[in-house]
């Protein structure tokens, strides 16, 4: 019974393609986020949504959209796809903010994005 | 600008002896400090973690010490076994409860 879960696993495609990467939580959580593990293995977060509501934004391309559905479901869609966009996109969910909790996030098994 | 550091890319031990993997941080605004645990295919798996105004947490056979005036935390774990050879990875939260990731120390336990 995964507790969060993307789709695909595996993403390749050829530059300037537009490409989606859905991600689900049966957590019941209230926050989720899109991190991107690049070549040198650094996991830097994009964004945070709590209960639909975008929280964190980096620096990230307009290019890059994600897009929250309701709670549980929060999706990446990419536009004009770059070389540079190939990394592995890993999900992640947690409680609600301000509850005391230890920050705990769950993580989801990864998307191997491969532009060509 | 690296506000989390993990200085040890690699680090082998015996099975049986004490794993100990270390963590510098700059910014003194973190909230909490976590170790997540990482298979290769796999995403990153929460171990342990230990708010700012603790020095010690321990569960199990993990152990995680922070040092505020150093602003230095480890991970020890004992005895370390063949399962837990994988990327360790440290974190560490700020009030918005953005996690920011050091670059991961892979630990190989030899039988």
């Known amino acids: 019974d995964t507790a969060v879960s993307q789709t695909p696993k595996y993403l390749v495609t050829q530059m300037g393609n537009d490409k989606s990467i859905k991600c689900e939580q049966n957590l019941g959580h209230d926050t989720m986020y899109w991190y991107k593990q690049d070549s040198k293995k650094f996991l830097k977060i994009m964004f945070s949504?709590?209960?639909?509501?975008?929280?964190i934004n980096e620096t990230v391309p307009n290019r890059f959209s994600p897009k929250s559905p309701d709670k549980a479901h929060l999706n990446l869609h990419i536009n004009s796809l770059e070389l540079g966009d190939s990394a592995v996109y890993f999900c992640a969910s947690s409680r609600r903010r301000g509850t005391g909790s230890g920050g705990e996030q769950f993580f989801g098994p990864g998307t191997r994005l491969t532009v060509l | 600008d690296q506000q989390v550091k993990q200085n040890s890319p690699s680090l082998s031990v015996q099975e049986g002896r004490i794993s100990i993997l270390n963590c510098d941080y700059t910014n003194s605004m973190f909230d909490y400090f976590l170790w997540y645990k990482k298979y290769p295919a796999e995403g990153p798996t929460f171990l342990i973690s230990i708010s700012s105004i603790k020095d010690k947490n321990e569960d199990g056979r993990f152990t995680v010490f922070l040092n505020k005036s150093a602003k230095h935390l480890s991970l020890h774990i004992v005895p370390s076994q063949p399962g837990d050879s994988a990327v360790y990875f440290c974190?560490?939260?700020?009030?918005?409860?953005?996690?920011?990731f050091g670059t991961g120390t892979r630990l190989t336990i030899i039988p």
């Open positions: 974190a560490a939260k700020d009030g918005n409860e953005k996690l920011t």
């Open positions: 949504y709590n209960n639909k509501e975008l929280i």
